[in-house]
């Protein structure tokens, strides 16, 4: 696993800190890491003062008190632009590389500026090419489907190319109607004067590198498909590229571990490997909905893995549910997956259960599975008891609305 990670400073009751490394493709996780936190904008300082009582409190009951984590608060969003005028800081991102994972809370988008979205800022900027979005049903939450229990699915959604690479140009501007000459003058396209203009890149490189992680995941968790989702139909060469190089991957990499979809069917020697296997995006959505047994892990595009981590989350209850981690290389960000609700901030109100289970995500990558179980065992023993914050008191009869923290310490009070 290589050598020990270098100490150095920082201390939680006694404990020195030490840096996490990534080594031959394995976290080099000591027993007091320093991971760096974003408390987040609007209602995230109320979200993280309780989930990061949750993980030190999960993190000391399952280790007998031997291992801790030692937060470092870096900063992003409107508390760095106030202080520095820099809504991302570079010494921010400096400490994300030096110490390798971070967690965050919801951050708020920029009105001007450079920096259409610190969150696909901080994607691109650090190479976090991977969104892997678990979704699945906590029992007793309201759900707006008759068998939410039946979606248990994590989507890899590529996180750099695709629309969101940020290419585009205002309709009538310089720019757009330079490239409208271009491609109507060089290659006859049909484009109407004066469109706005995007530009989808999409490469081998970046889709197989995606699809490599999911298959991953889905071999070390034992899953049984990789669903690869496009529109490659209409979109032959970007989204049907995704397609193709999917499935190439699959068999250059992982041919003793895995089928395609088709040759599963036909050969019985197959049985039990992992199967690959590739739907139409607006085809997906309904699947998700009618048959969501029949998938466990998906691997989709920027754009399509957006629309379809939003929907399949609301299929059990929301986003207040959703967890998510940017994973790169040797990097890792998790997040909330909600928005700043600034109307809320300050009031101890809101549900903190994104940002808790994005640190479960982020115990499960370090490791540190014991302290992921029991996190979640502490969520559902807390909705169990329907001690819930208002977004979930509202929707069940007979709940005991509680505060954010009140909600942490419910979750603590369940631990196992």
Same mark, same amino acid.
């Given at each position: ?12 009751? /006694? ?36 989930? #990061? ?88 939450? @309201? ?8 979606? !248990?699915?994590?989507? $890899? ?27 109507? /003058? ?37 899953? @049984? ?17 995704? %397609?193709?190089?999917?499935? +190439? ?7 003793? =571990? ?23 995006? !607006?085809?997906? $959505? ?5 048959? @969501? ?15 379809? &981590? !939003? ?35 300050? =009031? ?5 259960? #994104? ?9 499960? +990558?370090?490791?540190? !599975? ?15 008891? =329907? %001690? ?27 631990? &196992?």
């Amino acid at each position: 696993m290589g050598a020990m990670p270098t100490q150095v400073e920082g201390r939680r009751g /006694g404990a020195v800190g030490a840096k996490i490394d990534f080594r031959d493709g394995h976290w080099i996780v000591p027993d007091h890491p320093i991971i760096p936190f974003i408390e987040g904008d609007g209602t995230g300082p109320d979200i993280w003062r309780a989930a #990061s009582k949750v993980f030190d409190a999960a993190v000391t009951k399952m280790s007998g008190a031997k291992r801790s984590i030692v937060w470092r608060e870096v900063l992003a969003g409107e508390k760095a632009f106030n202080e520095s005028g820099n809504w991302l800081p570079e010494d921010t991102l400096d400490s994300i590389r030096e110490h390798r994972v971070a967690i965050k809370g919801p951050l708020t988008t920029p009105v001007g500026g450079g920096i259409r979205s610190l969150n696909v800022a901080l994607r691109q900027i650090l190479d976090l090419y991977a969104c892997i979005r678990p979704v699945r049903y906590f029992a007793g939450v @309201p759900a707006p489907v008759k068998e939410p229990r039946k979606l !248990d699915v994590v989507i $890899f959604r590529e996180n750099i190319e695709d629309v969101y690479a940020g290419i585009e140009y205002k309709a009538g501007s310089a720019e757009a109607d330079a490239v409208i000459e271009f491609l109507s /003058g060089r290659f006859s396209a049909k484009i109407r004067p004066g469109s706005a203009i995007g530009i989808k890149p999409m490469s081998k490189f970046g889709s197989q590198r995606l699809v490599v992680k999911a298959i991953q995941y889905a071999l070390k968790r034992h899953k @049984p498909s990789v669903t690869l989702v496009h529109k490659g139909n209409i979109m032959k060469f970007t989204e049907g590229g995704f %397609r193709d190089w999917g499935y +190439e991957v699959a068999k250059e990499r992982f041919s003793e =571990q895995t089928v395609t979809e088709a040759e599963g069917a036909k050969r019985k020697a197959d049985v039990g490997k992992l199967v690959i296997k590739d739907r139409i995006a !607006d085809a997906m $959505f309904q699947q998700l909905v009618l048959r @969501p047994d029949e998938y466990s892990v998906i691997a989709a595009p920027n754009l399509n893995g957006d629309y379809l &981590s !939003d929907a399949a989350a609301a299929q059990v209850g929301g986003l207040g549910l959703a967890p998510g981690g940017n994973v790169g290389d040797g990097y890792a960000v998790y997040e909330a997956t909600h928005g700043t609700a600034p109307k809320y901030a300050g =009031q101890d109100k809101v549900n903190p259960s #994104s940002v808790i289970l994005s640190g479960v995500m982020m115990f499960e +990558e370090l490791g540190w !599975d014991d302290v992921a179980r029991a996190i979640v065992r502490g969520l559902e023993g807390a909705i169990a008891e =329907q %001690r819930v914050t208002y977004d979930l008191a509202r929707q069940l009869p007979g709940a005991i609305e509680v505060s954010t923290s009140a909600f942490g310490d419910a979750i603590i009070e369940h631990l &196992s």
